[in-house]
């Protein structure tokens, strides 16, 4: 049987690639380099207005691929839901299936 490729997604919240390009430079994030430098980074734009740029709003937007106008849940909205905003396996749950630990 052949495996499919794998994916690890990490996500940086407040991550400022201007200041981060910056101190990689100037040699204070060796280890950060070195993760940058063995993977794929893609710097994304959110395309939304300022009052749609709270976390739990964009991390729901990374995650089912929607905008903030086609799925609609705000922080108010999110902590009332009983289901899950977005249907589906968990990162976690996904990461651990996968065979993967956390050290």
């Not at 994916?7 to 990689?24: H, K, Q, S």
């Not at 709270?54 to 905008?67: D, F, K, Y």
């Not at 922080?75 to 956390?102: N, R």
Request: charged share 20%; aromatic share 6%; net charge negative.
């Amino acid at each position: 049987m052949t495996r499919e490729p794998s994916v690890l997604l990490l996500e940086f919240n407040e991550l400022c690639p201007a200041l981060m390009d910056r101190w990689i430079e100037e040699g204070k994030l060796p280890n950060f380099q070195a993760l940058r430098t063995a993977s794929q980074v893609y710097t994304t734009d959110a395309e939304e207005t300022e009052a749609n740029l709270a976390p739990e709003i964009q991390w729901i937007t990374v995650h089912s691929g929607l905008s903030y106008a086609e799925h609609k849940i705000s922080i108010s909205q999110k902590v009332m839901l009983s289901q899950p905003a977005v249907s589906g396996t968990s990162c976690p749950s996904t990461i651990a299936e996968s065979g993967f630990a956390a050290a």
